[in-house]
């Protein structure tokens, strides 16, 4: 479908983008299809200007390099503008309330993309705000990450519905956003962590409903080989992410047994994809061989952040 045919089922002006559970399973699809038309349009060569004139702000609390150059290009190649603003160029910084200042910003932008830790900053930002915030990465989810995701599977495999994803690894802000996807888009999602490191037990319940209504099937364990066997897919993180660092050495006794590698991905289909939403520590998590091997689509993972915030903005501002 084309943006014009999209823009007549489904409307979402105005909406924050904080996370996929928000979204029901064919506003997920709209975006994934608007991302997938952007990303032709640009490759292309068309200019496709709907943001001109508009601005977003972008709140960077936590380090980053795929978040801002996708978005900061992303919105540029919109017809807007992005402005980059660091927790040291923030009156946030000095103790001003999120309410405040997400007011104050309403009067000057047309959104808000905010990466940050606590979830909580991201909810009552967006209730402060007049305009559109996105979450850009928290503590709790990366939606932004896993909507790139599901668009770069759904171009290699042609498919979501039916196919297994197997997420191996901590139970993060990353297998959160992931296992939600899967349940609204009708995705089979298995998950392996090591005991005392699996996802949310709150966000698995409510995945679970929704897979119930989708028809996706859903594992949470500890069992790598389950997890993996027959799989469309294989996906893992680091042991230890940002804000983690100090637990390091400990997380990788636990996580040994958890390594991605060629050992473990042969239980999957010949024709698995490997992928990680980078940094990646090769060696730790994954084995050169895999991340590095014909199987592996991390970097078109990493460009189709460019084209699913592309989508999102596009749509929401």
């Not at 479908?1 to 909406?15: H, Y």
């Amino acid at each position: 479908m084309t943006i014009t045919e999209q823009q007549l089922a489904v409307d979402l002006k105005g909406r924050d983008f904080l996370g996929l559970s928000d979204f029901t399973t064919e506003e997920i699809q709209y975006l994934l299809d608007m991302a997938i038309d952007l990303k032709k349009k640009r490759n292309a060569g068309e200019v496709f200007h709907p943001l001109k004139g508009k601005t977003l702000g972008m709140i960077f609390e936590k380090s980053s390099t795929r978040t801002r150059v996708s978005f900061e290009v992303g919105m540029y190649q919109l017809g807007g503008h992005a402005l980059f603003l660091s927790s040291n160029d923030l009156q946030l910084g000095r103790g001003e309330t999120i309410s405040d200042t997400a007011q104050t910003m309403s009067r000057y932008l047309d959104g808000i993309m905010i990466r940050t830790h606590a979830h909580r900053k991201v909810i009552d930002l967006a209730r402060g705000a007049t305009i559109p915030v996105i979450n850009g990465l928290t503590d709790r989810s990366h939606p932004c990450q896993a909507l790139a995701d599901y668009q770069t599977i759904l171009e290699h495999k042609g498919q979501l519905r039916g196919l297994k994803v197997a997420y191996i690894g901590d139970g993060n802000n990353m297998v959160h956003s992931l296992i939600m996807g899967a349940a609204k888009l009708g995705i089979d999602f298995a998950v392996a962590s090591p005991k005392g490191y699996e996802p949310n037990e709150k966000i698995v319940t409510s995945a679970v409903d929704v897979a119930n209504q989708t028809g996706a099937k859903l594992y949470v364990g500890n069992d790598v080989k389950e997890a993996v066997s027959d799989a469309d897919v294989i996906y893992t993180d680091v042991w230890a992410s940002m804000g983690f660092e100090e637990e390091q050495k400990e997380r990788e006794i636990a996580f040994k047994q958890f390594q991605v590698n060629e050992a473990l991905v042969s239980l999957a289909k010949k024709d698995y994809l490997f992928m990680h939403c980078l940094p990646a520590h090769r060696g730790e998590e994954v084995s050169e061989g895999v991340i590095d091997g014909p199987n592996s689509i991390i970097f078109d993972q990493a460009e189709n952040r460019l084209h699913a915030q592309k989508a999102i903005m596009a749509a929401i501002m």
